[in-house]
C-alpha cells in the first residue's frame, strides 16, 4: 500500500508539480521560435554559421501550424516564459498588448546606435510595420519594437503561357480587362480564369482593402474605420459587388470560398488558372510545385483612374526580443547579424523572400527586383492610425466569402458589416 | 469516534488523487472560465480583475449576436442529422447484424474503423473526394462521370448544399461509433425474453415494442446524449473540410475557437460562449435522461 502510495505520489504529482515550471535558459545559447516552415532548413544553416564565426549556439524551434505556435507565445507570455527571440502571429494591437505587458524589448536604442546604422539598412515601408509611433492607438511608448527579416507584397499573378495561348502580350490593367481575359479561359480543359485561397479570410480581406482604396482613396477609406463613413455607402458596396461580378462572370475556380491557399497554389504551380492573387513569398512556392512554370506578377486590376493603386504588403515576418530574457543583448546582437546583407543575400538564395533590407538589389533575382518596385505603395493595417475591430474584419471576410458562394447579395453583406460595427461601437 | 475517523480518512485518501486531479483539470478551470468570462483580458499581461473587469457585458454581447445563434443553428442541424439519419441507420444495422449468428465481430471491426480516425484525415479525406476540378482530384465527380451520370458532377463543398454535405460526412464519420454501443446494448437483452414472447403469440413488431425498445433505451439514450454532446462540439473535422464555409458550417466551438486564438484575443468573450454553450448542452442532456426514465416507467421498465 505504501509503495504505491509513493509511486502515486512520483508518477503524477512530481511532474505535475515540476513539469509546469519554466526552463533555465541554457548559457551560451539563443533559443528563438518560429512558424516558418519554409525557412526551417535556412535557419538552421545560419544558426550553425553564427556560432562559427561568435561560438554563440543559435536554437531555432519550429512550431506549426501558426495557430499552434500562436496559441504556444500567448500561454508562454502568461507564463513568463517566452524564448530569447520570438514572432507574433496577430494584429498591431496584440503586438501592443505584448509591449505593455514588458514582454518585447524596446529595440529603438540599438537601431539608433551609430548614427541609426541598423536603421537605415531596412526598407522604410518594411521598417513601418514595427514602429510604434506617437499617440498609437496602442498606448505604447513610441519605438521600434521589432526586426523585420523579410518583406511581403500581395500581387496578382498569370500563368505566362496560358496568356500567350489567348493571344495577349501582357496582363491586364482594369477589372474589365481582367474579367474579360480570365472568361477566355472558362472552361477550357479544366482550367479556370482564377484562382485563390478564399478560405482563408485574409486573402479575401487584403483584395477588397486594395480595390477600396483605389475606388474611393485612402483618406476616404480609413474615415469608414472612424466610422465617418459607413459600409453601406455606395463605394463600398461597389467593392463588395466586384466580388459577385467575379463570380457571376463565371472565372472562379468552384470550391474557391472554402480553398486553401497551399491549395490554390498547387493548382495554379499545375497550370490550371490563368490568374492567382498571391504574396512575393509565392516564388518559392511555384519553384518548389513546379520549376517549369512561366508566370509573371501584376499589379491590381483598376477600377477607378481617380485614385491610385496601394498594395498590400510590408514586413513579412519580424522578430522580437524577449525583454525578460537574460540573453536580451546577445539576442539584440545575433538579430543585427542576421539581418546584415550576406545573410539577408543567403535567404533570398535559399527562400526567394523579398529582405528586409535595402542594399541587396544587385543579389535578387529579376523578378523579386520587378517587385520591389512598388515599395513605395504599399498600405498595409499596421501602418493606419487606426485598425478596423477584428470582429467587424471577420464579418466582411465570411460575407465575401458568401458573395463568391451565390448565398448572399452584396446589399446584405454591407448591411450584416455595419450592423456588427454599430453593435460594437454601440458597446 | 477515532476509529471512524480514521477510517474516513483512510476512505478518503483513496479518492483524494482522482480528487486533485479532477479538481485542477476540470473544477479550477470551470471557475477559471466564469471569472475570465466576466472581464476582458486579453490573455497577455498579468490578470488583475478589477482592472478587467466588464460585468455580464460578454454574456449579453452573445444572446445578442447573430453569428453566434447561426452557429448554434449549424450545430444543431448537423446533430439533427446525425440523430436522426446517423442514428437510426446506426440502430437498424445493429438489429440486423444481432441478428446474424456468424462475423459478428467482423461487422463490429469494420464500422468501428471510421470512428477511430482523426477528425483532421476525415475532413481532409472527404475534402479530397469531393473537390472541385483545378487540383484534378475530384474522385466523387470522376466517378459520377464514369457512371454516365456526368451531369450531377458540381462543386459538392462549395455550393448552398455545403452545410448537408457537412452534416453526412459527419454522420458517415459518427455511424460506426454509434453502432458498436447500440450493437453492446442489444447483445444484453436475454434471449429467453423473446422466446417467452414468441410463446405467448406476440409478433416480431410486438416483440421489438416491448422487449427491444424499453430494454435498450438506457443505451439509446446515451447515444442520443453523446451524439448531441460530441456533434454540437464538432471542430476539427468541419475546420478541415471546409473551414465554415462563409459562416454556413461555422459551429460554435469555431467561434470560441477564433476569439480564443485568433488575432483579436477575446478570451472574455470566448469564455462566456463556452459557458453558454456548456449550460445548454447540460440542459438538453439532463432532459434526454428525463425523457429516457418516463419512456422506461411507461414500459414497466422502471417502477412509475
Not at chain 1, 459577385?244 to 462572370?249: D, V
Request: hydrophobic share 45%.
Amino acid at each position: 500500500m505504501k509503495k504505491l502510495s509513493k509511486l502515486i505520489v512520483f508518477f503524477v504529482l512530481i511532474p505535475l508539480i515540476f513539469g509546469c515550471s519554466a526552463k533555465k535558459p541554457k548559457d551560451n545559447t539563443i533559443i528563438v521560435w518560429h512558424w516558418m516552415t519554409d525557412r526551417k532548413d535556412a535557419f538552421s544553416e545560419l544558426a550553425t554559421k553564427y556560432q562559427a564565426e561568435t561560438g554563440v549556439n543559435v536554437e531555432f524551434k519550429l512550431l506549426f501550424p501558426p495557430e499552434t505556435y500562436s496559441m504556444k507565445v500567448t500561454a508562454a507570455a502568461r507564463a513568463k516564459t517566452l524564448p530569447d527571440i520570438f514572432g507574433i502571429l496577430g494584429e498591431k494591437t496584440t503586438v501592443g498588448s505584448f509591449i505593455r505587458a514588458q514582454h518585447i524589448a524596446d529595440l529603438t536604442p540599438y537601431m539608433n546606435e551609430n548614427f541609426q546604422e541598423w536603421k537605415n539598412r531596412f526598407y522604410p515601408q518594411t521598417l513601418d510595420l514595427v514602429v510604434f509611433k506617437d499617440g498609437n492607438s496602442s498606448q505604447v511608448k513610441p519605438g521600434i519594437y521589432a526586426v523585420p527579416i523579410d518583406t511581403t507584397i500581395m500581387q496578382f499573378v498569370y500563368n505566362k503561357s496560358l496568356l500567350d495561348k489567348l493571344g495577349f502580350s501582357a496582363p491586364p490593367e482594369t477589372f474589365e480587362e481582367f474579367i474579360k481575359y480570365a472568361a477566355l479561359v472558362k472552361g477550357k480543359s479544366d482550367q479556370f480564369g482564377f484562382v485563390c485561397g478564399w478560405g482563408e479570410g485574409w486573402l479575401l480581406n487584403a483584395l477588397a482593402i486594395e480595390w477600396a482604396i483605389n475606388l474611393m482613396g485612402e483618406e476616404k477609406f480609413l474615415q469608414t474605420i472612424e466610422r465617418k463613413v459607413s459600409y453601406t455607402d455606395p463605394d463600398w458596396l461597389k467593392v463588395f459587388t466586384l466580388f459577385e461580378t467575379l463570380k457571376n462572370s463565371g472565372i472562379l475556380v468552384p470550391n474557391i470560398a472554402t480553398m486553401t491557399n497551399k491549395e490554390s497554389e498547387d493548382a495554379f504551380a499545375k497550370g490550371k488558372a490563368l490568374f492567382s492573387f498571391n504574396g512575393s513569398w509565392s516564388i518559392n512556392v511555384y519553384q518548389q510545385l513546379n520549376p517549369e512554370i512561366q508566370y509573371g506578377f501584376f499589379s491590381l486590376p483598376k477600377i477607378s483612374i481617380e485614385h491610385p493603386v496601394k498594395i498590400w504588403g510590408g514586413s513579412g515576418s519580424s522578430f522580437m526580443v524577449n525583454e525578460r530574457s537574460p540573453n536580451k543583448l546577445e539576442a539584440i546582437k545575433f538579430l543585427k547579424w542576421f539581418t546584415a546583407k550576406q545573410q539577408q543575400v543567403f535567404l533570398i538564395e535559399k527562400t526567394n523572400n523579398l529582405p528586409a533590407i535595402k542594399d541587396c538589389q544587385d543579389q535578387m533575382p529579376e523578378k523579386l527586383r520587378k517587385l520591389t518596385l512598388n515599395l513605395s505603395n504599399l498600405t498595409h493595417p499596421d501602418t493606419w492610425p487606426d485598425n478596423e475591430d477584428s470582429r467587424v474584419i471577420e464579418v466582411i471576410n465570411r460575407g465575401l466569402q458568401q458573395i463568391v458562394m451565390g448565398l448572399k447579395t452584396p446589399s446584405e453583406v454591407a448591411r450584416e458589416v455595419q450592423e456588427k460595427k454599430d453593435k460594437i461601437f454601440r458597446k | 469516534m477515532n476509529a471512524s475517523f480514521k477510517e474516513n480518512s483512510l476512505n478518503f485518501s483513496f479518492v483524494a488523487p482522482a480528487l486533485f486531479i479532477f479538481s485542477i483539470f476540470y473544477i479550477y478551470p470551470f471557475f477559471y472560465s466564469f471569472i475570465l468570462s466576466l472581464t476582458n483580458y486579453d490573455l497577455i499581461g498579468d490578470f488583475n480583475f478589477k482592472n478587467y473587469y466588464v460585468g455580464f457585458s460578454n454574456f449579453r454581447d452573445v444572446f445578442t449576436d447573430k453569428d453566434w445563434w447561426k452557429s448554434m443553428y449549424n450545430g444543431g442541424y448537423i446533430t439533427f442529422w446525425a440523430l436522426t439519419f446517423q442514428n437510426i441507420l446506426a440502430f437498424a444495422l445493429a438489429l440486423a447484424v444481432d441478428k446474424v449468428v456468424r462475423l459478428k465481430k467482423f461487422y463490429r471491426v469494420v464500422f468501428f474503423i471510421l470512428p477511430v480516425l482523426s477528425e483532421i484525415i476525415i475532413g481532409l479525406l472527404m475534402k479530397q473526394l469531393l473537390i472541385g476540378e483545378p487540383t484534378g482530384r475530384n474522385v466523387f465527380n470522376n466517378l459520377l462521370n464514369s457512371a454516365g451520370l456526368g451531369f450531377m458532377a458540381q462543386d459538392w463543398i462549395g455550393g448552398d448544399r455545403v452545410r448537408m454535405i457537412t452534416a453526412l460526412v459527419h454522420c458517415w464519420k459518427g455511424f460506426g461509433w454509434a453502432f458498436v454501443i447500440l450493437f453492446a446494448g442489444l447483445q444484453t437483452i436475454p434471449e429467453q425474453l423473446y422466446e417467452a414472447a414468441k410463446i405467448d403469440g406476440a409478433n416480431a413488431w410486438q416483440q421489438f415494442r416491448k422487449i427491444t425498445i424499453p430494454l435498450v433505451m438506457p443505451v439509446i439514450t446515451l447515444v442520443v446524449v453523446l451524439t448531441i454532446l460530441g456533434t454540437m462540439q464538432a471542430f476539427a473535422m468541419i475546420l478541415a473540410l471546409n473551414a465554415g464555409a462563409g459562416g454556413e458550417t461555422t459551429v460554435p466551438v469555431m467561434i470560441i475557437f477564433s476569439h480564443l486564438g485568433g488575432a483579436s484575443k477575446l478570451a472574455g468573450l470566448a469564455c462566456a460562449e463556452g459557458l453558454i454553450l456548456g449550460a445548454i448542452l447540460v440542459a438538453v442532456s439532463f432532459s434526454m435522461f428525463f425523457v429516457s426514465k418516463k419512456v422506461r416507467e411507461k414500459y414497466g421498465v422502471l417502477p412509475s
